[in-house]
């Protein structure tokens, strides 16, 4: 249930024009002292507009110098940062684009060269008895589709990155 009175905004009138109670009609202080709603405006209207006096004598306002430093280094980080998101964009490609050329150039390997290879790296360390699989029968099992989805990704990536550095 909400209670107006056809007051209240007399008496908030009188409280934010800082008229409240010496510089105001004697009827109002008399109608305050009445109306419970106006009461409850008076207390608690009162109290923001101290605690906003208090905070508006409070606050430290910077001089224009040191406004005007800190828009300045404000501008040279967001310079900076304008001029990295080509520089990030280009590197998400060049990433890509190297490890979509390292995946086609293992596949495009003959497996004589790979068996050679792998008679080559277990002959720095014989000890070990990992076996080193067939890199063309391993990229050859993996189907067209996963391939096409990895390829989509990595040319994607790049503006994946991009859109996700850049603060537009």
């Given at each position: 249930?909400?209670?107006?009175?056809?007051?209240?905004?007399?008496?908030?009138?009188?409280?934010?024009?800082?008229?409240?109670?010496?510089?105001?009609?004697?009827?109002?202080?008399?109608?305050?002292?009445?109306?419970?709603?106006?009461?409850?405006?008076?207390?608690?209207?009162?109290?923001?507009?101290?605690?906003?006096?208090?905070?508006?004598?409070?606050?430290?306002?910077?001089?224009?110098?040191?406004?005007?430093?800190?828009?300045?280094?404000?501008a040279?980080?967001?310079?900076?940062r304008?001029?990295?998101?080509?520089?990030?964009?280009?590197?998400?490609?060049?990433?890509?684009?190297?490890?979509?050329?390292?995946?086609?150039?293992?596949?495009?390997?003959?497996?004589?060269?790979?068996?050679s290879?792998?008679?080559?790296?277990?002959?720095?360390?014989?000890?070990?008895?990992?076996?080193?699989?067939?890199?063309?029968?391993?990229?050859?099992?993996?189907?067209?589709?996963?391939?096409?989805?990895?390829?989509?990704?990595?040319?994607?990536?790049?503006?994946?990155?991009?859109?996700?550095?850049?603060?537009?």
């Amino acid at each position: 249930m909400r209670i107006e009175c056809e007051r209240e905004q007399d008496v908030l009138d009188a409280l934010a024009a800082r008229r409240w109670p010496a510089r105001c009609d004697t009827e109002l202080p008399a109608h305050v002292a009445a109306c419970p709603v106006c009461a409850d405006l008076v207390e608690v209207a009162g109290a923001l507009l101290d605690d906003h006096d208090v905070s508006y004598r409070d606050a430290s306002i910077p001089s224009s110098g040191v406004v005007w430093w800190r828009a300045q280094l404000r501008a040279r980080d967001e310079d900076a940062r304008a001029a990295a998101r080509p520089i990030a964009f280009i590197q998400g490609v060049a990433a890509s684009v190297a490890l979509w050329l390292l995946i086609t150039l293992l596949r495009a390997v003959p497996s004589a060269t790979v068996a050679s290879w792998k008679g080559w790296l277990l002959g720095f360390v014989p000890h070990l008895s990992v076996p080193v699989p067939n890199l063309v029968d391993v990229t050859a099992a993996i189907p067209v589709s996963v391939l096409l989805v990895v390829g989509a990704a990595l040319l994607l990536a790049p503006l994946a990155i991009y859109l996700a550095v850049a603060e537009d």
